[in-house]
């Protein structure tokens, strides 16, 4: 592989329909990332046999057998220090500089622990967090954690702020985000003490963050903000309500035409206006949550998705590897010192 080249190596065992969603959603994403190269991990009879139906794949594809792979039922405290299987020697090919970037459709808290620990996390960052983007009416935003930090202290939601305000920079071209933490409420004293004094250490980071409060869950689709904060508990139920809403609304709609004859006599005029609905609602679109805040890019792709979604995954991590962002991060957080800010917050509080 020549050296001006991304290479990005994969668990090609991972997800519900490896490897053969795996290979065909590669050679969607190469087509439009021409430099990109791939390490695949897995069984080598089983991605080859995917791989004879894009026989183009050979040209910038390298197969490295693995013995083993981790499941979805697997517990990471099983598989964290197991070596061969495909989703280990994956994020390790990150850490030995052999790769920019590990996608992997698996098990997601093996792929966070496993990337923890071989890749560690950035000095200064407490804890890393799982980070996507989200659609709302006029545009996008990033929302973390969602799922990686059940609870999390004042810190790591300062932290997470930081971080989510770079990826914001950096993938949805923003010069300068409104960030806000999730709430119950918009009023100054709702809501938990740590969400209360995560406020006061965003304000006062010498960042000069453009943070503007409280956001309450019915208004993230509004667009209110680009960065929206919260630990991952909240995060994930969110995102998942989220999830929800959009196919009852497809649903609805789909029954709605079904049932009625004017609907279905006027649905060459409505046409247009539901195709770009789906297009903007389509979850394919928005694969690829990243565990931010490691030393190296961790791309975690739905279980589920087809090739068009994997495609997409594979877009968003190229993406940030050509953007430098790990770098990026460590720049940012390197004068950050939120342990030291935190004092001085809880100090003048009493």
């Known amino acids: 592989m ?12 991972g997800g519900d329909n490896s490897p053969h969603v795996v290979i065909e959603g590669i050679s969607i994403a190469h087509k439009n990332n021409q430099d990109i ?10 991605i080859e046999e995917e791989m004879k139906k894009f026989p183009q794949l050979k040209n910038f594809c390298k197969v490295i057998h693995t013995s083993e792979r981790v499941r979805n039922e697997d517990k990471p405290s099983q598989v964290i220090r197991n070596k061969n299987t495909s989703m280990y020697m994956a994020i390790d090919a990150v850490r030995r500089g052999e790769a920019s970037a590990v996608i992997s459709a698996g098990n997601t808290g093996a792929l966070m622990a496993i990337s923890k620990m071989i890749l560690k996390t950035i000095q200064r960052i407490h804890r890393p967090a799982i980070c996507t983007a989200i659609p709302h009416k006029t545009g996008r935003c990033v929302m973390l954690d969602l799922g990686a930090n059940t609870e999390c202290s004042a810190v790591n939601l300062a932290e997470f702020a930081i971080i989510g305000n770079i990826l914001a920079r950096h993938t949805l071209d923003i010069a300068r985000p409104r960030i806000a933490l999730l709430n119950i409420g918009a009023e100054e004293m709702k809501g938990k003490e740590e969400i209360h004094q995560a406020a006061k250490m965003i304000k006062n980071t010498h960042l000069n963050l453009n943070f503007i409060g409280y956001i309450e869950p019915h208004q993230i689709g509004e667009g209110y903000a680009d960065v929206i904060v919260s630990d991952g508990f909240t995060g994930n139920i969110a995102l998942k309500t989220m999830e929800g809403t ?28 539901v195709w770009k609905l789906k297009k903007t609602m389509d979850p394919r679109k928005y694969n690829g949550a990243m565990f931010v805040g490691l030393n190296g890019l961790s791309v975690k792709s739905h279980g589920g998705t087809d090739a068009v979604g994997y495609s997409y995954a594979i877009d968003n991590a190229a993406k940030l590897v050509r953007q430098n962002f790990v770098q990026t991060i460590r720049d940012e957080v390197e004068n950050v010192d939120l342990d030291e800010l935190s004092q001085d917050i809880l100090y003048d509080a009493y």
């Not at 020549?2 to 065992?13: C, G, K, P, Y």
């Not at 649903?251 to 004017?262: F, M, Q, T, V």
């Open 2 to 13: 020549s050296e001006n080249n991304l290479v990005i190596s994969v668990d090609a065992m």
């Open 37 to 46: 190269h791939f390490l695949l991990f897995g069984d080598e009879v089983l």
């Open 246 to 273: 959009a196919k009852l609304v497809s649903g609805l709609i789909k029954s709605a035409i079904k049932g009625s004859l004017w609907a279905k006599l006027g649905l060459p005029f409505f046409f247009p206006v």
